[in-house]
């Protein structure tokens, strides 16, 4: 077969259309899997495919390709609509992901790589419905997999976290706020500025190596008092800003996130299937348990038949 060369006209694109469903068959003629427009014209650039004449957006592979694709009659093959799988709606959809993103994220290469099974188009209100739903089920695996969802590792400062609650306040109502608590307030700040600055300077000279110029004492060593604020040093209005924008936590060394500590103890067992690749049956629980979830709750009646909870997991 000649090579095709012309450039492909393509259909006119919409916001809305998020399925392009053009189909990659293989040089024995084998539907393959379905790919966007884009990655069809990836092909036919490379000249690795070729248009299909007689089918509409349908690209043939110039080139035997590795494994064979998805199985005949899966739901990887078939043709996707453009609506949103629970009420049928064609405005403002968007890709739901059935395993969250916070957990896929940290999944072996050979489960979520190249994978849209588990991405489903939902409208934002049929999205907005079921989130408080996957959040409840998030917050089980608080529990089950021992690791809150902000993660773990964090290292707070309270006296920084009481210093910027303070600058804060006086920031955005010190008009409504009674002359003595406002001092208070003032006091706190101005405490913990100078000991704030005292700190940055010594972290600064042990960074530049410039301890003799601490010991020797220069302008901005000195306290600040209420007084002497902006005498030579940052006025009132930026100590205030500069302490309201303080971070009070941060990651330290040892932080890991909710969902790499989900799939690490998820991946601890792993087996070799008869073709000696890995698998790990625990997170093929979990996904297959997320995917359950999301049926139950979302009552996804246009949603095709042949999406299962057990389609496969496994994009090899
Ligand atoms: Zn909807």
Same mark, same amino acid.
């Given at each position: 077969?000649? /090579?095709?060369?012309? !450039? ?33 014209? +990836? ?21 035997? @390709? ?11 093959? &078939?043709?996707?609509? #453009?609506?949103?799988?629970? %009420? ?8 739901? =992901? ?7 994220? +940290? ?14 188009? $939902? %409208?934002?209100? %049929? =999205? ?22 902000? *993660?773990? *590792? +964090?290292?707070? $400062?309270? =006296?920084?976290?009481? @210093?910027?609650?303070?600058?804060? @306040?006086?920031?955005?109502? @010190? ?18 500025? #100078?000991?704030? /600055? ?12 410039? !301890? ?45 996130? =909710? *969902? ?22 625990? $997170? &093929?629980?979990?996904?297959? !348990? ?16 042949? +999406? ?7 994009? /090899?």
């Amino acid at each position: 077969m000649p /090579r095709e060369k012309k !450039e492909v006209v393509m259909p006119s694109k919409k916001s809305n259309i998020i399925y392009e469903n053009w189909k990659v068959y293989s040089k024995a003629h084998k539907l393959m899997f379905r790919c966007n427009e884009k990655k069809a014209q +990836w092909y036919l650039k490379r000249e690795l495919a070729t248009l299909l004449p007689k089918e509409t957006r349908s690209i043939k592979l110039t080139f035997e @390709a590795k494994g064979d694709g998805h199985k005949k009659g899966d739901y990887m093959v &078939e043709d996707r609509s #453009n609506i949103c799988i629970s %009420c049928g709606g064609d405005q403002y959809l968007t890709i739901h =992901h059935v395993v969250p993103e916070m957990y896929r994220h +940290w999944m072996p290469l050979a489960v979520k790589s190249k994978s849209s099974r588990d991405l489903l188009l $939902l %409208c934002k209100h %049929c =999205h907005n419905g079921y989130e408080d739903k996957a959040m409840k089920f998030k917050k089980q695996c608080v529990n089950r997999f021992n690791i809150p969802l902000e *993660g773990h *590792g +964090w290292v707070y $400062l309270p =006296h920084y976290k009481v @210093a910027k609650k303070a600058a804060s @306040a006086l920031i955005r109502s @010190a008009d409504k706020i009674p002359q003595d608590r406002q001092q208070v307030l003032k006091d706190t700040v101005l405490k913990f500025w #100078n000991e704030y /600055r005292k700190e940055v300077k010594e972290k600064e000279a042990v960074h530049s190596d410039k !301890e003799e110029e601490i010991t020797s004492g220069n302008k901005g060593e000195e306290t600040v008092t209420e007084e002497t604020v902006g005498d030579g040093n940052e006025d009132w209005d930026t100590i205030l800003e500069k302490c309201s924008l303080l971070e009070d936590h941060f990651r330290g060394s040892d932080f890991i996130e =909710h *969902g790499n500590k989900v799939i690490q103890q998820l991946t601890k067992n792993c087996v070799r299937n008869d073709r000696g690749q890995e698998t790990w049956p625990d $997170l &093929e629980g979990f996904i297959k !348990e997320w995917r359950q979830h999301f049926l139950d709750h979302i009552d996804p009646k246009f949603l095709s038949e042949l +999406w299962t909870v057990d389609g496969d997991i496994y994009t /090899r």
